[in-house]
């Protein structure tokens, strides 16, 4: 008899417990794990999946029977995550190890299966990386317009440092790269680096560095296990932290709290990140000015960009590309009106713009109109 124990703080595990469920079809002890999305719009998509529930399971495999059994301690939980200790175990008659090797395949594959052509996010809890929520479809790269070429400069940037780990190793440079994008909100930055991982076929580890939890010691090692080919994405790093410099008489950690993570924590995880595969970074502020120069400086960040609000450019491919079937000469004309109602303009105010007139290409006008009697509050 040969048997495969696969605990639950095994990257595989989930992987496992889909493929059971798929071959397990005949069994009547099922537990259930929900999922649910809250849209933007508000809607709420809930999704129901059945797992195994612990107990025995038998399954008809590869010409041979194989008892699978789930197994939750009732007295043990697992201390990071405060979920109970779980795993499951394989036994099959023989000694072809073989056939586990072929199992750990196959969910492998199915998993990657479901992935495909999403992105899935990932979450710290405890010391491991967690998926959260539904894998997202991949949102493309073009439906995120930035100014004139900003996009393009930094998928080539990032694109040159995946396929170049050589240039490093050569030159004994630790192979990671940070890039910080900065400005006012809403007006791209998240969005366009979840479109980014997507492009890449990257999924995205999600940190928030406000988390109260977090210690020195914690961060340090969630940036080296993190998923392979995923994007660290530092969103608001302002909000940790507030600069040395403008807080002379404080101490360095003004966010201390509870929080165990020190400034120089933070500098020496990014530091740190050795890892023999591309280790990318993205942090993105609001607030540039109240980010500490030692954050951000080459090393640390090697590439920062400004995303701005909407340039007349910007505005008229948006508006081509929400009314494909306007004539260009509108785009050119909806981006001269919204620039002298509003200088400063969000791509998320112009989305907004759009959802409110989805028909009608023209609705700027009678906008526009209204605020040239009412005043600015017009709209
Ligand atoms: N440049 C852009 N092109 C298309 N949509 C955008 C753009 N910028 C923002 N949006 C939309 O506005 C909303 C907020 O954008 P987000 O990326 O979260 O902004 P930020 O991270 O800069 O605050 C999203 O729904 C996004 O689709
Ligand atoms: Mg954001």
């Known amino acids: 008899m040969i048997t495969l124990e696969v605990p639950s703080r095994d990257k595989s595990y ?36 059945f797992h195994p529930s612990p107990g025995n399971h038998l399954i008809w495999y590869g010409r041979k029977w194989i008892r699978v059994e789930r197994t939750r301690e009732k007295q043990m939980v697992d201390l990071h995550t405060g979920t109970p200790w779980e795993s499951v175990t394989f036994t099959a008659l023989g000694r072809d190890r073989q056939i586990f090797f072929n199992i ?46 900003v996009g393009d400069r930094l998928v080539h940037d990032v694109k040159e440092f ?32 979840t479109a980014l991982a997507g492009e890449l076929g990257y999924s995205i580890c999600l ?9 020195d010691d914690r961060l340090n090692h969630l940036l080296s296990v993190a998923p392979q080919q995923s994007i660290i994405l530092l969103e608001d790093v302002d909000a940790a932290f ?21 400034f120089s924590g933070l500098l020496n995880s990014l530091d740190g990140v050795a890892s023999s595969e591309a280790r990318i970074v993205f942090m993105t502020t609001n607030y540039i000015e109240r980010l500490d120069a030692a954050l951000i400086r080459p090393g640390r960040v090697d590439l920062k960009q400004y995303i701005g609000h909407c340039s007349h450019w910007q505005l008229a491919q948006m508006f081509g590309r929400f009314y494909p079937d306007s004539p260009l000469s509108d785009g050119e004309r909806f981006a001269q009106d919204a620039l002298s109602v509003h200088p400063e303009i969000s791509a998320a105010q112009v989305q907004g713009h759009f959802l409110l007139h989805k028909t009608d290409p023209q609705a700027h006008r009678q906008c526009q109109e209204n605020q040239r009697v009412n005043g600015p509050e017009g709209e």
């Open 14 to 49: 989930h992987w496992l417990l889909s493929w059971i469920t798929k071959h397990a079809r005949h069994t009547q002890h099922l537990s259930v794990e929900t999922s649910y999305q809250a849209h933007e719009s508000g809607r709420v998509h809930t999704q129901f999946d």
């Open 104 to 149: 750990l395949q196959e969910a492998r594959e199915l998993a990657l299966k479901q992935e495909e052509g999403r992105t899935v996010m990932y979450t710290a809890m405890g010391g491991e990386w967690r998926p959260f929520g539904f894998p997202r479809r991949r949102r493309p790269l073009s439906s995120v317009v930035l100014e004139q070429d």
């Open 162 to 193: 995946i396929g170049n780990p050589k240039w490093y190793t050569d030159r004994g440079i630790p192979y990671r790269r940070g890039y910080l994008l900065y400005g006012p909100p809403g007006c791209g930055k998240s969005s366009f680096i």
């Open 207 to 215: 940190m928030s560095l406000s988390d109260r939890t977090l210690s």
């Open 242 to 262: 507030v600069s040395r410099e403008l807080q002379p008489n404080e101490n360095p950690l003004a966010f201390q709290g509870m929080g165990r993570l020190t």
